[in-house]
């Protein structure tokens, strides 16, 4: 059994003390959060730079992109149909966990690079806390159903350190554009996650019968998904100022606009049947946020962001249906929650496009911008952006790789052949007595429900409820 008793709790209690431990020692209000802290001289509404941020400006980014942490995700990866409880409940605990830890982490990379001598929060920096959870959590979708909370957490903690590395890397030591994070969060997070499920592959995770939907779980991973979909902006936007902000907002509506018409679109000519296929409706739709994300404050004009879309949207679309079996039938790496198609290869596609509008770049374009963005000549700097794509998901397929042998150790309460896809193993379970008995362990696809016969099963829990309160004795009575 996966759920020594104690195990989970007494890691949660032990690393959160030693992280109060560790705010006292390192974390403080940033000048613009205490007392003597001075309000912007430009208004509430004005943009001021990151060491006196104004509320006002940034928190509403900051909450639209909070949301999609713990609302978007969470509701994403309940499509599983034995495992809502456990996509959404371990996405509230894990966003809270690394609230904590990458607050530390991000400050301690920042106090190297700047000399600083604590860990100064505002705002701004709660955005960036928010960017490095989303890695994880991508990464998350990787292995979603086949890792114990203990392994969920120790993949984090390590996760968070080799984000912050290449991070530092391409921002301080490459300067890679990448404002949406099409590289840093979006193709980092994917690869991390993928390496991880490649090492801790197991043939019952392919033959699981619990891994797959039903219609209500789809419709839960909807509600995740029109929740991204409509924050994305303010993802892509969110630690922007000026005339780049506005752009950014612009193009990731167009980019993602253009993603969903095409998505349902190809959904439909790739299937036999001419059918729009859900998983694509809940997943590509996305992608043309992530295309787009490092190219979001560049001059691609709203025709490119929705070309972007487009080309995200058959890209993501042909990844479900026909790479992501590939990858599982020759390499055995087995992706949940599809990862590689919505944030892996829309991330190298993004980094692509920001390459080749960097190469194009002039002083006439982007005017006074021009030296803000870029710090070396257009034909370099798109080399680079393609040089910090290679770094980034070389960096995330080494640490993933070595962060999964170390989830891969029996001390951390790998799960059971009858654990995969289960909320049962964690969680308690509501009592489904009213409407017969549903067991979320049982092997098969559906449980019939009890004292129902075969004619029955197939039954809605309405028109059996309707059926009992109708005088019938039991519940396989049949209705005239």
Same mark, same amino acid.
């Given at each position: 059994?996966?759920?020594?008793? %104690?195990?989970?709790?007494? +890691?949660?209690?032990?690393?959160?003390?030693?992280?109060?431990?560790?705010?006292?020692?390192?974390? #403080? /209000?940033?000048?613009?959060?205490?007392?003597?802290?001075?309000? =912007?001289?430009?208004?509430?509404?004005?943009?001021? #730079?990151?060491?006196?941020?104004?509320?006002? +400006?940034?928190?509403?980014?900051?909450?639209?992109?909070?949301?999609?942490?713990?609302?978007?995700?969470?509701?994403?990866?309940?499509?599983?149909?034995?495992?809502?409880?456990?996509?959404?409940?371990?996405?509230?605990?894990?966003?809270?966990?690394?609230?904590?830890?990458?607050?530390?982490?991000?400050?301690?990379?920042?106090?190297?690079?700047?000399?600083?001598?604590?860990?100064?929060?505002?705002?701004?920096?709660?955005?960036?806390?928010?960017?490095?959870?989303?890695?994880?959590?991508?990464?998350?979708?990787?292995?979603?159903?086949?890792?114990?909370?203990?392994?969920?957490?120790?993949? !984090?903690?390590?996760?968070?350190?080799?984000?912050?590395?290449?991070?530092?890397?391409?921002?301080?030591?490459?300067?890679?554009?990448?404002?949406? *994070?099409?590289?840093?969060?979006?193709?980092?997070?994917?690869?991390?996650?993928?390496?991880?499920?490649?090492?801790?592959?197991?043939?019952?995770?392919?033959? =699981?019968?619990?891994?797959?939907?039903?219609?209500?779980?789809?419709?839960?991973?909807?509600?995740?998904?029109?929740?991204?979909?409509?924050?994305?902006?303010?993802? $892509?936007?969110?630690?922007?100022?000026?005339?780049?902000?506005?752009?950014?907002?612009?193009?990731?509506?167009?980019?993602?606009?253009?993603?969903?018409?095409?998505?349902?679109?190809?959904? !439909?000519?790739?299937?036999?049947?001419?059918?729009?296929?859900?998983?694509?409706?809940? $997943?590509?739709?996305?992608?043309? %946020?992530?295309?787009?994300?490092?190219?979001?404050?560049?001059?691609?004009?709203?025709?490119?962001?929705?070309?972007?879309?487009?080309?995200?949207?058959?890209?993501?679309?042909?990844?479900?249906?026909?790479?992501?079996?590939?990858?599982?039938?020759?390499?055995?790496?087995?992706?949940?929650? %599809?990862?590689? $198609?919505?944030?892996?290869?829309?991330?190298?596609?993004?980094?692509?496009?920001?390459?080749?509008?960097?190469?194009? !770049?002039?002083?006439?374009?982007?005017?006074?911008?021009?030296?803000?963005?870029?710090?070396?000549?257009?034909?370099?700097?798109?080399? /680079?952006?393609?040089? *910090?794509?290679? !770094?980034?998901?070389?960096?995330?397929?080494?640490?993933?790789?070595?962060? *999964?042998?170390?989830?891969?150790?029996?001390?951390?309460?790998?799960?059971?052949?009858?654990?995969?896809?289960?909320?049962?193993? +964690?969680?308690?379970?509501?009592?489904?007595?009213?409407?017969?008995?549903?067991?979320?362990?049982?092997?098969?696809?559906?449980?019939?429900?009890?004292?129902?016969?075969?004619?029955?099963?197939?039954?809605?829990?309405? #028109?059996?409820?309707?059926?009992?309160?109708?005088? *019938?004795?039991?519940?396989?009575?049949?209705?005239?």
């Amino acid at each position: 059994m996966a759920n020594t008793k %104690g195990k989970v709790t007494g +890691f949660l209690l032990v690393m959160h003390v030693i992280f109060v431990v560790l705010f006292g020692l390192f974390v #403080d /209000y940033n000048d613009v959060a205490s007392p003597q802290g001075k309000a =912007s001289e430009g208004g509430s509404d004005a943009a001021v #730079d990151g060491k006196d941020p104004s509320l006002s +400006f940034y928190y509403p980014m900051f909450q639209d992109i909070h949301v999609m942490i713990f609302v978007g995700f969470g509701f994403l990866m309940a499509f599983l149909k034995l495992h809502g409880f456990g996509s959404i409940g371990f996405n509230f605990l894990l966003g809270c966990f690394l609230i904590e830890w990458a607050t530390l982490v991000n400050g301690w990379f920042k106090i190297i690079e700047t000399g600083e001598s604590k860990i100064f929060v505002d705002v701004v920096e709660l955005i960036k806390v928010d960017f490095a959870l989303a890695a994880v959590m991508i990464s998350f979708g990787a292995v979603l159903g086949k890792v114990s909370p203990i392994q969920v957490l120790v993949m !984090a903690l390590f996760e968070i350190v080799i984000y912050n590395l290449s991070l530092w890397i391409g921002e301080s030591v490459m300067e890679v554009t990448d404002v949406g *994070g099409s590289i840093y969060i979006h193709a980092f997070g994917a690869y991390f996650g993928l390496a991880i499920a490649r090492v801790l592959y197991k043939t019952e995770q392919t033959t =699981s019968p619990k891994e797959g939907s039903v219609y209500h779980s789809d419709l839960f991973s909807m509600v995740g998904t029109v929740f991204l979909w409509v924050f994305w902006p303010s993802f $892509n936007a969110g630690l922007l100022t000026g005339d780049a902000r506005h752009r950014a907002v612009i193009n990731t509506i167009f980019s993602l606009a253009a993603c969903t018409i095409v998505t349902f679109a190809v959904s !439909a000519v790739t299937s036999k049947k001419n059918k729009i296929d859900m998983v694509h409706v809940q $997943n590509a739709t996305l992608a043309g %946020g992530v295309a787009v994300g490092s190219s979001a404050n560049l001059m691609i004009h709203p025709f490119g962001a929705m070309l972007a879309g487009t080309t995200a949207g058959i890209i993501s679309v042909v990844g479900f249906k026909y790479i992501q079996p590939a990858l599982l039938r020759v390499f055995k790496i087995h992706d949940t929650c %599809g990862v590689n $198609n919505l944030h892996g290869m829309p991330g190298i596609l993004g980094a692509m496009i920001s390459a080749v509008l960097c190469s194009i !770049a002039t002083p006439e374009i982007y005017k006074n911008s021009f030296d803000e963005i870029f710090v070396r000549s257009p034909t370099m700097q798109g080399g /680079y952006q393609i040089a *910090g794509l290679v !770094a980034t998901i070389a960096i995330a397929i080494t640490g993933g790789t070595l962060t *999964g042998f170390l989830m891969k150790l029996p001390i951390w309460d790998r799960l059971l052949r009858e654990e995969l896809y289960d909320d049962n193993a +964690f969680w308690e379970m509501p009592d489904t007595s009213d409407y017969g008995s549903i067991s979320p362990s049982d092997d098969k696809e559906y449980q019939k429900i009890e004292g129902v016969d075969d004619d029955e099963a197939g039954s809605s829990f309405s #028109d059996i409820k309707k059926r009992k309160s109708s005088g *019938g004795s039991s519940l396989n009575q049949q209705t005239e």
